[in-house]
């Protein structure tokens, strides 16, 4: 009976140093982890991770802007497609009754993005010169944000500078004539004239209309710039996520720390 007891006793013992060997050696991976990124963050400087997100937006940057300036760059792809207002249908269904009626819309849609293909070759240099200006505190809040951080810092920085590059363009895109004589800046105002005086009226009021108080012009500019930063979206997620992307050393040392999270 005392062998047994031994026997089993020996066993016991042999799990339990089993069970502690396995937890230390796992705990000893999480460790090992953890010190490996704490050890790749240290070895970044202030300054390699400044360079470091300043080459990634230049980057995500040229090649967002240089998509959406090329032909059909908003015209050609679904994701930015700049339509007009949902509020335009009856422009849209009344011109379209006419014959080449049809047409006539989709060459203001054609000319409204072609406009703002044009304006995107501005772009780059707006975020490059936003970038030059990134504090160390702006780029350890990028490097450790979101997937969009980088984005939103340059929305930030950006968007006014680049509306008032795109407006001008598409407002002289919607100044142009599309039927008799009439612009689709025109046929908007007359429109929305007509509709907001009834819904204006006490009749409206009582029926529930609600006026329509949307600028065209400044409608269609954000809906292009909104273009601008899911491009520029879609730049950053590929280079903190796919090392492919990262297309420099320097990119590659400062975004390979967030691999080892």
């Known amino acids: 009976m005392t062998g047994i007891r031994r026997r089993r006793a020996g066993m016991t013992k042999g799990i339990a140093v089993l069970a502690l060997s396995m937890l230390l050696f796992t705990g000893c991976a999480e460790l090992m982890k953890v010190l490996q990124t704490a050890s790749a963050v240290k070895e970044l400087t202030e300054g390699d991770i400044i360079s470091g997100l300043k080459e990634a937006l230049t980057v995500g940057a040229r090649n967002a802007a240089g998509r959406l300036a090329s032909e059909n760059g908003y015209y050609g792809d679904p994701a930015v497609k700049i339509p007009l207002p949902e509020e335009a249908r009856v422009i849209v269904e009344n011109i379209s009754k006419i014959?080449?009626?049809?047409?006539?819309?989709?060459?203001?849609?054609l000319s409204i993005n072609r406009a703002a293909e044009d304006a995107a070759r501005e772009v780059a240099p707006i975020f490059v010169n936003s970038v030059m200006?990134?504090?160390?505190?702006?780029?350890?809040?990028?490097?450790?944000?979101?997937?969009?951080?980088?984005?939103?810092?340059?929305?930030?920085?950006?968007?006014?500078?680049?509306?008032?590059?795109?407006?001008?363009?598409?407002?002289a895109s919607t100044s142009k004539e599309i039927v008799s004589g009439v612009s689709a800046q025109e046929s908007w105002t007359t429109l929305t004239d007509k509709w907001n005086s009834v819904a204006n009226s006490v009749a409206g009021k009582i029926a529930g209309f609600k006026p329509v108080n949307t600028d065209l012009d400044d409608f269609l500019t954000r809906k292009a710039l909104d273009g601008v930063f899911l491009k520029m979206e879609g730049e950053e997620l590929k280079i903190r996520k796919e090392v492919s992307a990262r297309v420099t050393p320097l990119l590659q040392k400062v975004f390979g720390t967030l691999d080892q999270k």
């Open 99 to 109: 014959p080449g009626g049809q047409q006539l819309i989709e060459n203001v849609i």
């Open 133 to 171: 200006q990134m504090t160390i505190t702006d780029g350890y809040n990028i490097l450790h944000g979101t997937d969009n951080a980088a984005t939103a810092y340059l929305r930030n920085t950006t968007q006014d500078e680049l509306y008032a590059i795109y407006r001008p363009r598409i407002s």
